[in-house]
């Protein structure tokens, strides 16, 4: 008996050295890209959750957040932006290079590898994602990324592991767009494509076997309404230092809760591994059991959110909307918007709705944006006497009972309108509501769902005020194009413009074309930097604060190194391992 025991562990033996031997084999066919992070181990299940279900896992069509946290586990780019060191690095393609005009750039594309279906990897895949992308009838949020001067990118194909990119203008930043354009399979979405079906491919029901990418998972299965499981993908084209292939989790399971706090508490109990996007108040919760409960919180600073106030410039009010046009005409004097900056108590905001973890603002890019910041934008401290002179050198009087009026009389009150969903942005519109009246304005916060704030803002403009956010995914500015050109479709104080509508909006617009195509750093920061200083003087939108990002991770996980660019926790997802307890 222990003679056949010893015949099967020595066949056992054979037959894993062989099979190792074929790994390695293959795997020197393969151009690999090796990682630096520490060397971990095989096994276990990685879980996280969610404040709503993925929508979809289709790279072409996906909006919504949730949907982009799970698909780009499954998917891959061209050159990647490490969000630990904000700086471009090789991923799917291994080297490019540039033309001295930065009209052209090619990209040499790793050999050997493949999608998660075993299928090869090559520079047909490449051309027809990009066919995809620019493709207008599909509408892909991409587009816009690809096109200047209402030219597209060409692509061209070289050789089977060589494409070409030719662009309409130089473009500084060039190489992160690489980062937001994932490789589709051709094999497996070209019939889609050309039945004018790719939209509806690749929903949450379709079979696994009928999904592929280039990430280090792929689909498991889908359990609706409750989670989304993804497991290892055994072709995946990164390996660590001692040439172990990644990833080392065998799988990732996303849990949908139904709330922020009910997702602190799942991270409280041990269901869930790492959290993200916490905010203040349930991190101090949290943070009193990280010691008993085994788990670790970080506060890694101010990232690339801005929260701000925004007053209605919308030109398409009068007629419509008379009322909203006539305060209209308070909101479009610039002394006004100062007036209101200047009565702001940004160090009190940080402090009670921040519990000090956040930075006060006075202009769009926040200090989590080292290569972008313009340090010399004043920071003046809050005053209600600077705020009092200048609405009096506006034209603005108050009445005996301290209440503020036009010059024609009328007294000044508005209303601010926020997402009920968020409740630090409401409880920013409160103290602003509270700030303003010590001014002698009348303000009053209307909490709205989510999609009723959204449209009136975006669509219907029924709105005086706004106190809302946003987040740049990227620290470089292009990205930001669409808010600050006055044609950009997220030019929220005056959409739809089909001219600068002042002087001021014509300077960004010139400075914001000439630093896309300024390829000198210097240079173009400081064509950004007299960005930030028309916005902190001319107040478009009034930025008052942004939120540190704080995460939490169980102890024993291991290459965990959150950033503050997102993906905040999950970007290095295949070098994840669990160390033994």
């Known amino acids: 008996m222990r003679r056949d025991i010893r015949l099967i562990l020595v066949f056992l033996a054979l037959v894993t050295g062989a099979l190792w031997a074929q790994t390695k084999a293959a795997a020197a066919k393969e151009e690999l890209q090796r990682t630096t992070g520490e060397v971990g181990q095989y096994g276990g299940r990685l879980v996280i959750s969610q404040r709503a279900e993925a929508k979809t896992l289709n790279p072409v069509t996906a909006i919504d957040r949730p949907s982009r946290e799970v698909m780009y586990r499954t998917q891959a780019d061209l050159i990647h932006i490490n969000r630990v060191t904000q700086r471009t690095e090789p991923a799917l393609a291994k080297s490019w290079t540039a033309s001295n005009d930065g009209l052209e750039y090619a990209l040499r594309l790793r050999r050997g ?28 949020p991409q587009r816009d990324l690809l096109i200047a001067r209402d030219q597209k990118i060409t692509v061209q194909k070289a050789d089977p592991y060589t494409v070409v990119f030719k662009l309409a203008r130089p473009d500084a930043a060039a190489e992160r767009l690489f980062d937001s354009v994932v490789v589709l399979p051709k094999h497996l979405l070209e019939k889609a494509y050309h039945d004018g079906t790719l ?227 409401m409880q920013i519109a409160n103290m602003v509501q509270q700030d303003l009246a ?56 005056n959409l739809g413009e089909k001219k600068p509508a002042t002087p001021w909006e014509e300077e960004i617009d010139k400075l914001m074309e000439q630093q896309i195509v300024t390829l000198n750093y210097p240079a173009r920061k400081k064509l950004y930097d007299r960005v930030q200083e028309i916005v902190a003087d001319e107040l478009p939108i009034i930025c008052v604060a942004s939120p540190d990002i704080l995460v939490g991770s169980k102890k024993n996980l291991g290459n965990f190194r959150p950033a503050i660019l997102d993906p905040y926790t999950l970007h290095n997802v295949e070098e994840l391992f669990w160390k033994p307890k």
């Open 113 to 140: 590898i493949r999608f998660s279906d075993g299928q090869p990897f090559n520079a047909d895949d490449v051309v027809f994602s990009f066919q995809v992308y620019l493709d207008q009838n599909v509408h892909s």
């Open 438 to 493: 010590r001014l002698g304005i009348e303000v009053s916060v209307v909490p709205l769902e989510f999609r009723s704030f959204l449209e009136r803002v975006t669509q219907t403009h029924e709105y005086e005020a706004a106190v809302m956010g946003l987040v740049n995914g990227d620290v470089d500015p292009n990205p930001e194009m669409n808010v600050w050109m006055s044609s950009g479709a997220t030019h929220l104080w």
């Open 199 to 425: 939209g509806q491919a690749w929903s949450l029901t379709t079979p696994p076997g009928q999904i592929a990418g280039l990430g280090p998972f792929r689909l498991k299965n889908y359990v609706p309404g409750e989670q989304i499981t993804l497991e290892r993908n055994p072709y995946y084209w990164k390996v660590d230092a001692k040439d172990n292939r990644l990833p080392y989790l065998n799988e990732i399971t996303f849990l949908v809760v139904a709330s922020e706090d009910a997702e602190a508490i799942r991270f409280q109990t041990g269901d869930t591994d790492v959290i993200s996007r916490l905010n203040s108040e349930n991190y101090a919760l949290l943070a009193k059991d990280q010691q008993s409960r085994g788990y670790t919180l970080e506060d890694l600073g101010p990232g690339l959110e801005y929260n701000f106030i925004l007053f209605n410039l919308n030109d398409d009010t009068r007629g419509r909307l008379p009322d909203i046009a006539r305060k209209q005409a308070w909101f479009r004097e610039v002394k006004f918007r100062q007036a209101v900056s200047a009565a702001i108590d940004r160090s009190d905001i940080v402090r009670l709705v921040y519990q000090g973890r956040g930075e006060p603002l006075w202009a769009q890019v926040t200090a989590g944006n080292k290569l972008w910041l313009n340090t010399k934008i004043p920071k003046p401290a809050r005053s209600l006497n600077r705020a009092r002179e200048l609405l009096k050198s506006a034209g603005f009087t108050w009445n005996k009972d301290g209440k503020l009026g036009d010059h024609n009389g009328q007294l000044v009150e508005f209303s601010i309108v926020s997402s009920s969903s968020n409740s630090q942005r």
